[in-house]
């Protein structure tokens, strides 16, 4: 019976030594080693579904705001631009001469074909403001130790009702993101590796999506010529310049 005790108290005292950071000190530092005032990158996107593979790239532009300018300069896209502002996405089709405006259910829509939505990658990634969290365990991903916290939405209108991080417990950066739709069904995982750094901000170079309803669909973005906290023309993220 000692025995027994001694482990149970054993095990109590360990799992109060392995929560002794809350989930608000994860979220809140996470953030913080991935914030930024502006940051510029050119990425490559590899899509496969069951027709084949595809590829195009693009350019990206965000500021501090939130507010991000993709523009896709090869591929069958290629001169169409993309701009988020808020919850409203804007795209310009250069063949048309053409910008419709999409809002609400258009930011689940798939980005030019890839498993990627226009939310994934034009997202405000401020979990604190969007979603109620808790952490509720330690897991391991590729052989490192993460936080494994659930999030969950605190207004319907959120792309996904539920997401389940894995925070690397010492670089405090998602590693594997799970998104769930509002009756609780898996609808995709993002793997985020190879992390740069650039005084003091972490960022992924490379960021994997697979679906997990269509098994076959997924996406790799590759980044690179990743610049961070240059001045933003503030035209760039004016809709009445998409044209141009």
Known sequence: MKRILALFVLAVFSLSYAFSIDAKQIVETMEDVMDFESATFSAKLENTDRLGVTTLSFDAYQNGDGDTLLIVTSGFDKGQKILRLDDEIYIYYPDADEIIRLSDSGLKNSFLGSDFSYEDLTGDDDYSDRYDYKLVGEKEEVGIMCYEVEFVAKKLSETYQ???????????????????????????????????????????????????????????????????????????????????
């Open 162 to 244: 539920k997401q389940v991080i894995l925070i690397d417990s010492e670089r405090f950066v998602p590693l594997r993101v799970s998104l769930f739709s509002r009756s609780g069904k898996l609808l995709k995982e993002i793997c985020y590796s190879e992390y740069i750094e650039d005084n003091g901000i972490l960022f992924p170079s490379v960021v994997k999506s697979q679906n997990a309803i269509k098994k076959s669909n997924k996406s790799t973005m590759v980044v690179s010529n990743i610049v961070f906290d240059k001045e933003l023309d503030d035209a760039l993220f004016d809709k009445e310049e998409l044209s141009w």
